[in-house]
């Protein structure tokens, strides 16, 4: 890109430019220009303590750029999520490294945890380099305070930044690996804090921004360069250790040309998990628009129930079994914990419950996107469809090797019999719309999967059930979907009973083994999804009809790995494989996905990066992966396992 000079106030990236780095409890969004423009503190829901996506004026932000124009580009180091974003002015070549250090992970020196690190290295020439660091605590509601503490010859400078009672204490240091004429020169202002410094090729310049907590959260930073230095490498050693690759890349489900794109995708997932629970956020932002100037803005700080079987599935089969079952005894323990009439559609990562949705008027939004919001209020809605991903997780947890036990069975069971109560009722849906309740289609077909999941662990894990009754509604249930729900006229199953408008959703039903992949009325739906929802660029929409809510929206990349799916499974791979090459286009340079892209341009919306993007993407290396011959690991989605789809177009 061309950055030009410091980014002037008003101003913003295109959301593809961000890069994200976090500790499993937070993640902050670095521009490829320097600039952390959003970094919620201490954790991922938390209040924002740089919100200049939000509103470039007054949302703070903290950043490392030239003093001159300026060319940069951004990439992540291989296998790991240690951004690097290289900067190029007429005088030379500087690279800025920005990491968090993993707050579980066991380091061999005394380091902030929870805190965010700066290392500024020259590569050629000399670069001169500005320091913006401008808090703005509690989402830009209150102004900071800045107190400069005194260097003690190790560190050249530490500023306190404070807020109120309420808001955590920020420490910002510096340190550099040369003489102390070398060090930042900082300067304190009403409401930010500058520095400069130049770096040439071979020195290193440090900032550390850590919380003022207790010692083993955040200790006194590591003063040496060599401490950092260490800190660096070991977080690097973590993030590769993890992404492990597979022994034999040209036998793994996930080889071929897109093998570096799952090992990204499977990086964002784990980045996007907090380490305590191993809940994962849908995004780690709130309020980036599905439509720039609209009001189609939403926090997704928070774990959506219906994830679960997708995340889980996702991870196994990138060979991280820890990470699937810790996640679905996540949503195990909340049916232990909740009456099913109670479960919400969403959660804290903590397992908070209230997420009461409130309005930050005082932010103009990403690109006077209005209004910004933070909580959710899908919290209170119905959507009958999470009650057949609860039940599908659980069943893939009896698959992937954790035991259900009596007490678990308890709450499965009264999830099931809930289910024969209410599958038939209207509701708001997986697309969680803000208008009247309807009777959709993937609602129903989901209470149908509920209760097939129910009778087979009943069958299969010697538990008591009304099997019968169970068994009855399911037949019930499937037979009005048939008969309602599909649609001969158009030759597809729609959005909602005796309805003419398609829904995306109509792709899943042979994955979760509703229909055969070989059934005519699946073939049709593929067929229509095609002719009707998807795009010239060739992306996937989600849905036709009102929702409730004025705007457009983009197309939604899940929705486009659907598609994949379908097409791939159905024998289609041919077809398939082109789709998802030129889905996997609109990766960012750092192969991260939004939510959503524009139709027209091809950009970034809504919230980045989008967990179910990327848990899209890995899928579907995997189904394209199994029709290639290659082996996967763990079991395959029930409707996949019972699929005889074999490939017809190769060439």
Known sequence: MTAGELRPGGSYAP????????????????????????????????????????????????????????????????????????????????????????????????TPRRAMYRRVSGDAGEVSVRVSFAPAFDYARTSPSFERTDADGR????????????????????????????????????????????????????????????????????????????????????????????????ACVFGGPWHDEVVRSGLTLKLLAHDETGAIAAAPTTSLPEDIGGVRNWDYRYSWIRDAAFTAQ???????????????????????????????????????????????????????????????????QLQLDIYGEILDAVYEISRYGLDVDEDDWEAVRAVVDYVCEV??????????????????????????????????????????????????VR????????DRGYDEEIGSFARSFDGENLDATGLLLPIIGFLPFDDDRVQGTIDATIDRLVTDRGLVHRYEGEDGLPGDEGAFLLCSFWLVDALALSGRTGEARDRFESVLEYASSVGLLAEEVDPRTGSHLGNTPQA????????????????????????????????????????
């Open 15 to 110: 959301l593809e430019s961000y890069g994200v780095v976090g500790n499993l409890e937070t993640a902050a969004l670095v521009a490829d220009d320097g600039s952390i423009d959003w970094f919620p503190f201490p954790h991922v829901e938390s209040p924002s303590v740089f919100a200049a996506i939000l509103d470039a004026d007054r949302g703070g932000r903290f950043a490392v750029r030239p003093t001159v124009g300026f060319e940069s580009e951004q990439r992540y180091r291989e296998r790991s999520n240690v951004l690097e974003t290289t900067v190029r002015t007429a005088g030379g070549r500087a690279t800025v490294t920005d990491f968090m250090p993993v707050v579980s992970h066991d380091y061999s020196v005394r």
């Open 314 to 380: 996702a991870f196994y089969n990138l060979g991280h079994e820890d990470e699937a079952k810790v996640y679905l005894s996540w949503f195990l323990e909340l049916c232990d914990a909740t009456d099913p009439e109670n479960l919400q559609p969403l959660y804290g990562l903590h397992g908070d419950s209230d997420l009461d949705e409130r309005l930050l008027e005082h932010l103009s939004g990403y690109r006077d996107s209005a209004p910004v919001r933070v909580g959710n209020a899908a919290e209170d």
């Open 155 to 250: 560190v050249d400078l530490t500023v306190r930044a404070t807020g109120t009672e309420n808001d955590p204490t920020l420490l910002l240091s510096g340190a550099t690996d040369g003489t102390r004429t070398d060090a930042w020169e900082f300067e304190i202002r009403d409401d930010e804090v500058r520095g400069t410094a130049t770096v040439a090729a071979g020195e290193t310049k440090w900032l550390i921004l850590s919380g003022d907590g207790p010692p083993d959260d955040a200790s006194p930073t590591p003063v040496r360069p060599a401490d950092l230095e260490t800190v660096l490498a070991e977080t690097d050693d973590y993030w590769r250790r993890w992404a492990h690759d597979c022994p034999d890349e040209s």
């Open 475 to 482: 037949e019930e249930i499937r037979e009005t979907v048939l």
């Open 423 to 472: 599958w038939d009722r209207p509701d708001e849906g997986i697309w969680e719309v803000r208008c009247d309740p309807q009777q959709f289609v993937y609602s129903k077909v989901m209470c149908w999967v509920g209760l097939d999941r129910g009778i087979e662990m009943l069958d299969n894990g010697g538990f008591d059930g009304p099997r019968e009754k169970w068994a009855s």
């Open 612 to 651: 179910f993007s990327h848990i899209g993407l890995v899928n579907s290396a995997l189904y394209l992966g199994r029709t290639a011959g290659r082996e996967q690991k763990g079991p395959e989605p029930k409707g996949v396992q019972e699929s005889s789809a074999v490939p017809e177009d190769e060439e």
